[in-house]
């Protein structure tokens, strides 16, 4: 059985260190409900724990952390997985900006939209990669100074019908990683010196992997998301502004 | 007391919130002040405050001019300079409250007037030359007399600031038992610049009333672009220059509050470049024109006048800022949690596009000297605005 709290009338210094005990204890799955903007939640946990959250948590959810499991009934606001290790954030609304900086291992998957500069300064490291999938659009310098890990943009589950699928600099100063498209980018949109790839076999296979999960989280039909062709955003060089500081 | 040397900028990772209803129906001070509390930790204790709209109907139609002073001789002073330059209609001490934490605020004090005119002026007996006189007379009292300030002069509305936490300013100036049209809120967290009460937010002018997250690093270029104009900054911050463009380019030079923001947060040259030729040209000429009042620097805003709420971020979107709806209530705010706390179910939310306003103004005719600055409105051909030239008003029609 699930621990099942309110938190509603907490301070989220008070919910952390509640969290934090019952994990000592040996609690291994939890629910919350009237979470608003409560900050830094499961921040730091090393543990396989899993977790559902009802309403809005506030910034830096899961930050640092290594191991939870945490599905998000409603949307999350700036910095969730903020440097996160492993483990996975599933949020079945839209997400705020800078999520997943420096990122550096675990899964992000977001149904809707997502903020500007998510997946700035991403990376990864032998069997750590990271990965961000969004089911909406995304904002300005979506994959800034990317160093690692991959970004897969669906843009199929937006608000705003108004708006390109990535904003501008898409991929700016990326060094290393991948970032996979759904549908088509604006080549002036990219960041300098990116350009477009078509996907090859061994793209397919990650893609098709990656998306699996992706609907199982969400129950939704691959064969939907793969209606349509996806491109692939990878940096031009390991170091693009090598010339830019050193003379 | 005042004794503050001046500093050039702010750093600052505040916390805002507004909220408005577009029939103009009256907003309990409770709301604004559960939203504002629930972005607790973006500020640090060293200042808040709070703008309210439709406070003073039954004094709609004098300017309700807020003063602050730090004793007697200078307030004695105000009354002076009001007695002279001013028709006083009515005047009262703001009613506060003592609060534990509040040590040594200074005092406050409401003041209805009329500006006195010229003769020739008042013949015409024209809004714009009251609005003109009036701007000029706040920045003489804020200039000249020692020791006290004017922090609001608009019809109709009010703010209220000082240094400490939210709930303590609210306590302190008793929010609870206003009700507004419009409400904005503030909770301050100033790192390079002295947490001072003149510094706390909103910052204001005639009815324009500004807080802000973020800061403004031209703030040297924008203030000596206004001073061409006759306003000063005395308030040793930032975002009092936001104030006062708004006045410049929406009041006095007619700019539609669109164009206005853009010309605040431009689009980028690349973004020009890709446009269709009309908008094009319009957008080159007002970055040509503008260039003085671009906002440069990381911010989220929130501004409101007797009519209207606008939000608007930097053109890289360097502050958080999140907008709602439910019914004829609009919301907006650094974070959602706070639209949250007091709009559980909104029937829309959105987080805005870097450089792109959200505005939202009242229905027609519910509020009274009620403005609307959609459109681009006849520029006066004055001498101030033909000095740095003006846009045609031919390049609006493509708008």
């Not at chain 1, 309110?6 to 260190?17: E, R, T």
């Not at chain 2, 009092?240 to 700019?255: F, P, S, T, W």
Request: proline share 5%.
């Amino acid at each position: 059985m699930p621990l099942e709290l309110d938190i509603s009338h907490l301070h989220y210094s008070q919910v952390n260190k509640i969290l934090r005990d019952y994990i000592e204890k040996g609690e291994r799955e939890f629910i919350l409900r009237g979470v608003n903007g409560h900050r830094y939640l499961f921040a730091g946990i090393s543990a396989e724990i899993k977790a559902q959250l009802y309403g809005t948590p506030g910034l830096d959810l899961g930050a640092f952390m290594r191991g939870p499991e945490i599905r998000v009934f409603g949307n999350v606001q700036d910095g969730a997985g903020n440097t996160m290790d492993e483990g996975k954030i599933v949020v079945h609304g839209m997400a705020g900006d800078v999520v997943g900086y420096a990122m550096r291992g675990g899964k992000i998957h977001i149904y809707g939209d997502v903020g500007y500069r998510v997946g700035i300064h991403m990376k990864a490291y032998m069997d750590k990669v990271p990965v961000i999938i969004i089911g909406g659009k995304a904002g300005d310098f979506l994959g800034e100074y990317m160093a690692g890990g991959i970004i897969i943009l669906l843009g199929m589950h937006s608000i705003y019908p108004e708006r390109p699928l990535a904003g501008l600099f898409l991929g700016t100063g990326m060094h290393g990683g991948t970032i996979y498209v759904r549908g088509k980018v604006k080549e002036s949109y990219l960041g300098l010196g990116l350009k477009p790839y078509a996907l090859d076999g061994e793209d397919e296979k990650i893609l098709e992997k990656h998306l699996k999960e992706y609907c199982d989280d969400f129950g939704l039909d691959l064969s939907e998301i793969l209606k349509e062709d996806f491109i692939k955003i990878i940096p031009y060089t390991h170091r693009p502004y090598g010339k830019l500081y050193a003379y | 007391m005042w004794n503050l040397t001046l500093r050039a900028k702010e750093i600052s990772g505040c916390g805002i919130a507004g909220i408005i209803h577009k029939k103009g129906e009256l907003i309990p001070g409770e709301m604004i002040l559960k939203a504002i509390c629930c972005q607790y930790e973006r500020g640090n204790g060293l200042g808040a405050g709070f703008a309210a709209y439709g406070i003073y109907p039954d004094l709609a139609d004098y300017y309700a001019l807020h003063v602050m002073a730090q004793n007697r001789q200078a307030l004695e002073k105000v009354e002076e300079f009001l007695q002279k330059n001013t028709y006083l209609n009515y005047q009262e001490p703001i009613p506060t409250k003592r609060v534990k934490t509040i040590k040594n605020p200074p005092l406050f004090k409401r003041y209805f007037v009329k500006p006195k005119l010229e003769e020739e002026e008042a013949e015409f007996c024209n809004l714009t030359a009251e609005d003109d006189r009036m701007v000029q007379l706040v920045m003489e009292i804020n200039e000249k007399i020692e020791g006290a300030y004017v922090i609001s002069s608009g019809k109709n509305m009010g703010v209220f600031k000082g240094v400490g936490f939210p709930d303590e300013i609210a306590e302190f100036f008793r929010i609870d038992e206003y009700k507004a049209f419009i409400w904005t809120a503030h909770n301050r967290f100033p790192t390079n610049t002295p947490g001072w009460w003149g510094g706390a937010h909103p910052f204001t002018i005639l009815d324009w009333s500004i807080v802000h997250n973020g800061e403004i690093s031209s703030y040297g270029t924008n203030r000596r672009y206004l001073e061409l104009f006759g306003y000063k900054c005395t308030l040793l911050t930032d975002t009092e220059v936001v104030a006062y463009i708004l006045d410049l380019l929406i009041r006095k030079h007619g700019l539609p509050l669109e164009l206005a923001c853009k010309a605040m947060a431009p689009p980028f040259w690349i973004e020009i470049d890709e446009m269709p030729e009309e908008e094009r040209e319009l957008y080159t000429a007002l970055r040509i024109l503008y260039g003085g009042a671009v906002l440069n620097g990381p911010f989220a805003i929130l501004f409101a006048y007797n009519g209207g709420l606008v939000g608007l971020n930097d053109r890289v979107k360097l502050r958080p800022l999140v907008a709602a709806s439910k019914g004829d209530l609009y919301f907006m705010a650094s974070e959602e949690a706070a639209i949250r706390a007091i709009c559980p179910d909104p029937e829309k939310i959105w987080a805005p596009k870097a450089g792109e306003p959200v505005i939202i103004e009242m229905e027609e005719g519910v509020i009274p000297n009620q403005k609307s600055y959609l459109k681009p409105r006849p520029v006066e051909v004055r001498e101030d605005a033909l000095r740095i030239g003006y846009i045609p008003p031919s390049l609006f029609s493509g708008k």
